[in-house]
């Protein structure tokens, strides 16, 4: 490569500095996010430890999502200037001469075309990568609004949105994570190391190849619009009062969405000792124990025989099927919640829920007998039966 071919300025600094807090962002939440989603595996378990834990990986989880509605935010008011003061083409709308460059792209890759398309400013495969970023963006952000605020939500919709709106972020999130590195990795980094985004510009010899319309544009002078001074000041004075009002409105709007409440976990008060807890009119009926002369031991005990009763009795009426954690089965208890297993057999000291019961202050909180049953059944490999 000729090393005086002139270069083309592509991306402005403002636009790589805006792409590396997205990539930040992204990186960051597929990090923390997908462990959650799939927390019995090995390296989930890992990551989520490596980071110190589940809450820590919740927190760098949730600040990431708002790094990203942030730089979301830029990206609308800049779309805007862009759009209405400077008129610039919209060129990253998609057309039909987009599909016939992916059936030409198609052909060619398989023999059958002699020749690449010709294409402008943006290809039809970063089109694509765009418009899938701001559905997996707008997706995202609505289904973290219903799962971070649920109460909100469930003002607003049905309970069933926000398990729903789970199912969603999570299968939105393994799209996304294998469309980057299976496309975009591939496509710009593979394929051909694209440094645009890094250094800001292309040679001619890359823009002849991949972009052969725009740099026709821009060796005919057709690919910048002049603007008059005095017409571009008129429109930046009505332009900046609304994009400043637009980005308050939208700050206020992301206070909201990660101030406004908590999961029902993480913001449940420790109850006084005055306030009687809830207890049903008729509470479930244990089995009657025949009395013996010496202890049962600890091994004996099962969930069936034991630890089933008592959670129907103590901790059911919340953790049934609509908290996080659901102890109303032996299969649901030994799953866990999304913070992880609680009830790890051979290990009471490790078990989470050992861990919530001992300070005494829990809801439903269990007897000190109780948990020492609870503790020993767990000791003894959690039997079922």
């Known amino acids: 490569m000729n090393k005086t071919s002139r270069t083309y300025l592509r991306f402005a600094l403002a636009q790589r500095i805006e792409h590396l807090a997205m990539l930040v962002s992204f990186t960051m939440l597929g990090v923390t996010g997908l462990p959650q ?5 090995r390296v989930s378990i890992f990551i989520v430890n490596l980071f110190g834990g589940i809450e820590t990986t919740r927190n760098i989880h949730h600040i990431a999502a708002t790094v990203l509605m942030l730089v979301t935010m830029y990206h609308l008011l800049s779309f805007g200037y862009k759009f209405y003061v400077k008129r610039a083409r919209m ?3 998609p057309t039909l001469q987009d599909i016939q460059d992916g059936w030409q792209t198609f052909k060619y890759n398989l023999g059958i075309a002699k ?14 990568e765009y418009w899938a970023l701001v559905w997996g963006t707008i997706i995202m952000g609505l289904t973290g609004f219903m799962m971070w605020n649920p109460l909100a939500t469930s003002r607003l919709l049905p309970g069933e949105f926000i398990p729903a709106a789970k199912a969603a972020h999570g299968a939105e999130a393994v799209l996304a994570v294998l469309a980057v590195i299976v496309w975009h990795m591939y496509s710009v980094h593979l394929k051909h190391f694209n440094k645009a985004m890094w250094t800001g510009y292309l040679t001619e010899e890359e823009m002849l190849h991949e972009h052969p319309l725009e740099l026709a544009d821009i060796k005919t002078g057709a690919a910048e ?34 101030s406004g409440e908590q999961t029902a976990i993480t913001t449940m008060p420790a109850q006084p000792d005055l306030l009687p807890v809830y207890v049903p009119q008729t509470p ?58 609680v009830i790890i057999p051979g290990d009471s000291a490790n078990s989470l829920l050992i861990m919530i019961q001992t300070p005494g202050d829990h809801l439903g909180q269990l007897s000190t007998d109780e948990l020492q049953k609870v503790r020993a059944w767990i000791d003894a490999g959690a039997p079922e039966k």
Not at 37 to 41: E, I, L, S
Not at 115 to 128: C, D, I, V, W
Not at 308 to 327: D, K, Y
């Open 37 to 41: 989603r799939y927390p019995a595996n």
């Open 115 to 128: 020749t690449r398309p010709q294409m402008g400013r943006y290809t039809f495969e970063e089109k694509l």
């Open 284 to 341: 479930t009926p244990l089995p009657t124990l025949v009395p013996t002369a010496t202890q049962k031991p600890a091994a004996a005990l099962t969930w069936d025989a034991y630890v089933a009763p008592l959670f129907q009795q103590r901790c059911v009426t919340c953790h049934g099927t609509v908290a996080e954690l659901s102890l109303d089965t032996f299969e649901n208890a030994m799953k866990g919640s999304q913070n992880g297993t």
């Open 91 to 93: 060129t990253m709308l």
């Open 225 to 258: 619009r002049p603007l008059d001074p005095d017409v571009l000041r008129k429109r930046q004075r009505v332009y900046y009062p609304v994009a400043g009002v637009l980005a308050v409105i939208m700050l206020a709007a992301v206070y909201g969405f990660v």
